[in-house]
Antibody
Framework: EVQLVESGGGLVKPGESLRLSCAASGFTFSSYNMNWVRQAPGRGLEWVSSISTSSYYIFYADSVKGRFTSSRDNTRNSLYLQLNSLRGEDTAVYYC????????????WGQGTAVTVSS | DIRLTQSPSSLSASVGDRVSITCRASQSISNYLNWYQQKPGKAPKLLISATSSLQSGVPSRFSGSGSGTDFTLTISGLQPEDFAIYYCQQTYSTLLFTFGPGTKVEI
């Protein structure tokens, strides 16, 4: 079964850090670009980051640039998102998603992991 | 940055209705437009990519059209399981994959 499972979310204080993980199974992870997408409570979807198959290209939304770092380990079939200098507005459910095709649709999503930033 | 708007922001419809949702881009995005469906507490689901290409397993009552800046998602014959929030997403700008604000389809 094709599956993505996120972990690592939790409650942190402003300014603290967190590392999210996304474990892939059921497909050749190293062949796919991957995205992180987040959703604040009661809000819409926000693309956070994209990483290419070999990590050669990594892009970030302006709202997280310089604070978040996306990485991947193809030997472990895993995707990571390092969240530093967290702010209240980073509170959200974070999803990892597989990117497919020439038009970069996200066809497989994890269940999400919740990050709450509050003092 | 490419911005997406969706209209309406919400709509009420009945089972069997034909429903259309519009997504407008702030500049031309060719056909780099995807549509997602999200139900409460669930991850989004890719319905349509490249403006009109239906994903495997998605019912044929869903269709997409458009090009350039104006795009439409149509549901022909709304079913109970279709009540959800629908998001468009542009992937023309690979540096910033923006989503539209969403359209809530309610009973």
């Amino acid at each position: 079964e094709v599956q993505l499972v996120e972990s690592g979310g939790g409650l942190v204080k402003p300014g603290e850090s967190l590392r999210l993980s996304c474990a892939a199974s059921g497909f050749t992870f190293s062949s796919y670009n991957m995205n992180w997408v987040r959703q604040a409570p009661g809000r819409g979807l926000e693309w956070v980051s994209s990483i290419s198959t070999s990590s050669y290209y990594i892009f970030y939304a302006d709202s997280v640039k310089g604070r978040f770092t996306s990485s991947r380990d193809n030997t472990r079939n895993s995707l990571y998102l390092q969240l530093n200098s967290l702010r209240g507005e980073d509170t959200a459910v974070y999803y990892c998603a597989r990117v497919t095709g020439y038009y970069f649709g996200m066809d497989v999503w994890g269940q999400g992991t919740a990050v709450t930033v509050s003092s | 940055d490419i911005r997406l708007t969706q209209s309406p922001s919400s709509l009420s419809a009945s089972v069997g209705d034909r429903v259309s949702i519009t997504c407008r881009a702030s500049q031309s995005i060719s056909n780099y437009l995807n549509w997602y469906q999200q139900k409460p507490g669930k991850a989004p689901k890719l319905l349509i990519s490249a403006t009109s290409s239906l994903q495997s397993g998605v019912p044929s009552r869903f269709s997409g059209s458009g090009s350039g800046t104006d795009f439409t998602l149509t549901i022909s014959g709304l079913q109970p399981e279709d009540f959800a929030i629908y998001y468009c997403q542009q992937t023309y700008s690979t540096l910033l994959f923006t989503f539209g604000p969403g359209t809530k389809v309610e009973i």
